[in-house]
């Protein structure tokens, strides 16, 4: 078997039937097919690793580390990339056959799941055996998006809050003056924003993504979560949470701010938002390399400060190590993982503009345009404005598809938000008790 063909067995005992059980257990897990069995795949002693990437900008990113990679380890780099939808099942199948990269990435909200069902190894004996090595310099953010139960799974390559994005161009067309570079706007001024730039025909104040990944920042700026504190009941019928879920409906269905919602399955808040006709966009700065080309004069400015202030998740992405990864292509692994960390390659990141990178030593390259983007690593330090780490489950993905189910009926109107939240919480609870259980078996394994 290649260098990318690694199997479930070794001296953990980890069995391919033993983590499809696991994996079954703690859901969102397709085994159709995933048990096909060795595949041909790049030759023995090939750097192999797997990502994301959904437009040609972030491929050409991706083309750029993997010859930084064959410059640093004098081997062969093989990447496989995968349309950003796609990914997480597709993972979830090579993990479960033995076909898995070397490395994998991980955005975040994965990492729980994986780390609780054990298809990823743990990393702190190698960090501790390798004095070439620096987990300081990188920020503690991301640090702690990396871990579970204190334990470190993944090394991540970058980190960054959501931010509001606004169209220059239009604000100016419009008489408007921009938005204080570093101090939040409040939840009313924006509102208010929102309605003034919405007046023309086909012109929005306002484009987010109608999902819980986007609605969690307004969540914590009004002081809520999607959990409790105990992380074992649902919080979204809490009155924290509830004021920010009416506060963002109601900027889709009574102010109607808004682009209208044709295909909840094919909205998207950067498409409109590139179509050069809405004033503000809630994203990450990841988008940058994607806005870099629109038409229009833009910026970005702090997430709009709610009761609690402004809180917007703060989300970042890892590169980890299978279980499976043994011997001989565990240490090729660990060499590989370092150098799709380091400086050098996290300023081919930051450079072109893909996001801000998760090293305190590469923060220099992730530089405008647009104008205001040290605005990212001024909040990570907390010097202005503010960010809330991204709390999730370790079935976060079950929780996400739950709630995409049944919160869309709100956003386009259907149903009310109490109704929705009242309908949707009985279920969710159901899934902070299996969190609970996960965390446990995760904790003993």
């Known amino acids: 078997m290649s260098a990318a063909t690694n199997t479930f067995t070794g001296s953990q005992g980890i069995s391919r039937r033993s983590l499809l059980r696991g994996a079954a257990a703690f859901g969102g897990l397709t085994a159709a097919g995933a048990l096909a069995g060795c595949s041909s795949g790049p030759p023995d002693g090939t750097a192999t690793w797997s990502m994301w990437s959904s437009s ?36 979830d199948l090579q993990l479960v056959s033995g076909t898995a990269s070397l490395v994998t990435a991980l955005n975040g909200w994965l990492i729980p799941t994986y780390a609780a069902r054990g298809a990823h190894r743990e990393l702190d004996d190698l960090i501790a055996a390798d004095p070439e090595f620096d987990p300081e310099d990188f920020y503690p953010d991301i640090r702690a998006i990396s871990s579970f139960d204190d334990r470190t799974f993944a090394i991540g390559f970058d980190v960054a809050p959501t931010v509001l994005y606004y169209n220059k161009t239009l604000l100016a067309e419009n008489g408007v003056e921009p938005p204080h570079p570093t101090e939040p706007m409040s939840w009313e001024t924006f509102r208010e924003l929102a309605i003034q730039l919405s007046g023309p025909e ?77 004033a503000f966009m809630q994203n990450g700065p990841w988008q940058v390399v994607n806005v870099r080309g629109a038409s229009f004069e833009w910026d970005i400015v702090p997430f709009p400060a709610g009761p609690a202030g402004s809180k917007p998740r703060v989300s970042g992405s890892s590169f980890a190590i299978p279980a499976a990864v043994r011997g001989d292509d565990l240490e090729l692994a660990w060499e590989l993982l370092k150098v799709l960390t380091s400086t050098d390659a996290l300023n081919i990141y930051a450079r072109a503009g893909r996001n801000n990178p998760a090293r305190l030593s590469a923060g220099s390259a992730f530089a405008p345009p647009p104008e205001n983007l040290s605005l990212v690593q001024r909040i990570l330090a907390g010097e202005v404005a503010g960010g809330h780490p991204f709390d999730v489950t370790t079935n976060w993905n079950q929780v996400r598809q739950l709630l995409g189910q049944d919160l869309p009926r709100a956003f386009l109107g259907q149903r009310g938000v109490a109704e929705t939240i009242d309908g949707l919480t009985p279920r969710l609870n159901v899934l902070m008790r299996q969190h609970q259980d996960h965390i446990r078996a995760g904790v003993s394994r």
């Open 56 to 91: 040609p900008e972030e491929g050409q990113v991706w083309a750029d580390f993997g010859a930084h990679v064959e410059e640093r380890l004098g081997v062969r780099s093989a990447s496989q990339l995968t349309p950003s939808d796609g990914y997480v099942t597709k993972l």
């Open 202 to 278: 086909n012109q929005y104040g306002f484009t987010c993504a109608p999902s819980i990944d986007d609605l969690v920042s307004w969540i914590y700026s009004a002081g809520g979560n999607v959990m409790n504190e105990r992380e074992d009941a649902s919080a979204l019928d809490a009155p924290e949470a509830m004021e920010a879920l009416h506060y963002v409906i109601d900027l889709f269905v009574r102010d109607r701010v808004t682009p209208p919602i044709s295909n909840l399955v094919t909205v998207s808040s950067l498409g409109s938002f590139l179509d050069g006709n809405v």
